[in-house]
């Protein structure tokens, strides 16, 4: 199945089927970490034929996804002379295809590349729609740009190594599209169970469809893109509290996402049946559903750092019931200090 993503200025097509056979008349370098190289690295040379092909391994985390690798993987571009006309093909999850997408924008100014996504959120999500970046001391993704692949391939094979919290670390993702767009599909994900192949597979092109018409929409981010942020917010302030090494980003996500559904119910957005459904199906997959947030105040500030916050307004994108949306930046303090006062107690599931 090919699902098209047209740009003002690009387009390109993210492939959902078995990874076909790729013939390149130029240099390709391949970005990976040793566990994903261990396991696919392999096949995925099967199916390529290249003028030159190139490997270079950068550590497995979120923890690494700073400027030191970056610059690592941009000297082993300079080790291997590509030039303008070379190819970098991204094979892991989202930390592999951010930095790779990153290296391929600055390198000579730009290079092509190409994201073969091999975890469920990279393949639902971080794969799509161009954002690339790092990770510094004060946030998340704070140094990157915005970077269109010129293909993706999605190959449910890639899933089979994944472990178990990885996977469902990627459905926190799938939740999220269904809260914010589709409301048909959020009912499908309450009664289907998506450790079944056909139920996987439908997940991941229902999800690809709904982000595909978003970046589409607003490739860079200036107003409906920023949708696909719910539950970001707060998950962001979370991994950076936690030195992106307490959860993986699917459980931050979820946990955000638990977060914002309060803010949004506190302001009469959402119901009390609706706000009960999303928890539900975020404990179907044993998703976290809650952060002991330690300090109030610095929990607060550490929103501004924020890509979404401009003129000093935190940026909120919260549900207007389960298949739509508001964004707004002008939520009161008290109110948004009201929500994390309930996460600073012993957490009590059924509050």
């Known amino acids: ?27 390709v370098l391949i970005v990976t970490n040793p566990k994903v190289g ?35 993987l941009l000297d082993r571009c300079f080790d291997h002379r590509l030039d303008r006309k070379s190819l970098l093909i991204a094979l892991g999850g989202g930390v592999i295809g951010d930095m790779t997408g990153f290296a391929s924008s600055i390198y000579q100014r730009g290079v092509d590349f190409i994201q073969i996504p ?7 999500d971080a794969s799509v729609g161009g954002k690339t970046g790092v990770n510094n001391k004060f946030g998340k993704n704070l140094i990157g740009a915005f970077h269109q692949p010129k293909a ?18 990627g459905i926190a993702e799938v939740i999220k599209m269904a809260v914010v767009f589709d409301s048909e599909f959020f009912k499908w994900l309450e009664i289907n169970d998506l450790s079944e192949d056909k ?8 999800s690809i469809e709904l982000k595909a018409n978003v970046v589409s929409q607003d490739e860079k981010e200036a107003g409906v893109r920023a949708s696909l942020n719910y539950g970001h917010t707060f998950c962001h ?52 559903t809650y952060y002991k947030v330690e300090n109030i105040d610095k929990f607060y500030e550490t929103f501004f750092l924020d890509k979404k916050s401009s003129n000093s307004k935190i940026k909120f994108i919260l549900p207007n019931s389960i298949g739509s949306y508001i964004i707004s930046d002008d939520v009161n303090v008290d109110d948004i200090k009201k929500v994390l006062e309930k996460f600073t107690d012993i957490y009590i599931e059924n509050d």
């Open 199 to 206: 139920n996987l597979e439908y997940a991941i092109k229902r």
């Open 152 to 169: 993706v391939y999605i190959d449910t094979y890639f899933l089979r190594t994944l472990p178990l919290r990885e996977f469902v670390s």
């Open 237 to 288: 302030v979370i991994e950076n509290f936690t030195n992106y090494s307490t959860y993986l980003h699917g459980e931050a996500v979820a946990i955000g996402i638990i977060m914002a559904n309060e803010l949004a119910h506190s302001l009469g957005f959402l119901s009390d049946d609706e706000k009960q459904k999303i928890f539900n199906l975020i404990k179907k997959y044993n998703l976290p």
């Open 38 to 72: 261990g396991f696919h690295l392999k096949y995925l040379l099967q199916k390529i034929n290249a003028k030159e092909i190139y490997i270079v391994t950068l550590p497995d985390g979120e923890n690494y996804k700073n400027m030191q690798n970056l610059e690592f």
């Open 118 to 124: 091999t975890t469920l959120l990279s393949q639902v």
């Open 1 to 27: 199945m090919l699902i098209d993503i047209n740009l003002p200025h690009s387009k390109y097509e993210i492939t959902i089927d078995t990874l076909p056979n790729l013939t390149f008349d130029r240099k």
